[in-house]
């Protein structure tokens, strides 16, 4: 069975850095681009970011481009979200989901940016 | 950026009704869209792809149809465990972006 464990959320001031992880398995990791999606406090779903297979190519929504930065371990079957200059309404469940179609979805990790 | 109009925001039906929610979008598409049940505390689940293919182990009673900027998502017969969140989702070009959302509830 395919399946997404993203990890590493937790509580972060205002301004501050984090970095979440995403295992997959049951799937050939490196042949699929993986995306990233988030969700507020009682809030709909919001397009974070994708990195193609390879990691060659990654693409941001704007609320976080220049701060979030998503990358890959082929070789671990791990995708990464560093997140950096955190604001209030970063605040939200992080998903990892497979390919550009979003086919299959982690549990998500939750994040609480703090002043 | 493509926009994603979804109507409407809430429903409120009742067991066996036929329900249909809608997507629009802010200009061509084709098929690259996708519709998501969420229920609360959970993670989406994909129902369909490509406008209209349904995902495996899916019931049948969900349908979508549609390209280019209009889609929709029925459920034919609604059954209880179909009250959740639905969201569409077009993967056309980055950045993707989601369809507000339909709450469904029970009348």
């Known amino acids: 069975d395919v399946q997404l464990l993203e990890s590493g959320g937790g509580l972060v001031l205002t301004g501050g850095s984090l970095r979440l992880s995403c295992a997959a398995s049951?799937?050939?990791?490196?042949?699929?681009?993986m995306s990233w999606v988030r969700q507020a406090p009682g809030k709909g779903l919001e397009w974070v970011s994708y990195i193609s297979n390879s990691g060659g190519s990654t693409y941001y929504a704007d609320s976080v481009k220049g701060r979030f930065t998503t990358s890959r371990d082929n070789s671990n079957s791990t995708l990464y979200l560093e997140m950096s200059s955190l604001e209030i309404e970063d605040t939200a469940v992080y998903y990892c989901?497979?390919?550009?179609?979003?086919?299959?979805w982690g549990q998500g990790t939750t994040v609480t940016v703090s002043s | 950026d493509i926009q994603m109009t979804q109507s409407p925001s809430s429903l409120s039906a009742s067991v066996g009704d036929r329900v249909t929610i809608t997507c629009r979008a802010s200009q061509g598409i084709g098929n690259d869209l996708g519709w998501y049940q969420q229920k609360p505390g959970k993670a989406p689940k994909r129902l369909i792809y490509?406008?209209?293919s349904l995902d495996s182990g899916v019931p049948s009673r969900f349908s979508g149809s549609g390209s280019g900027t209009d889609f929709t998502l029925t459920i034919s017969s609604l059954q209880p465990e179909d009250f959740a969140t639905y969201y569409c989702l077009h993967h056309s070009t980055f950045p993707q972006t989601f369809g507000q959302g339909t709450k469904l509830e029970i009348k």
């Open positions: 049951g799937f050939s990791f490196s042949s699929f681009g």
């Open positions: 989901a497979k390919g550009s179609w979003e086919d299959v």
């Open positions: 490509a406008a209209s």
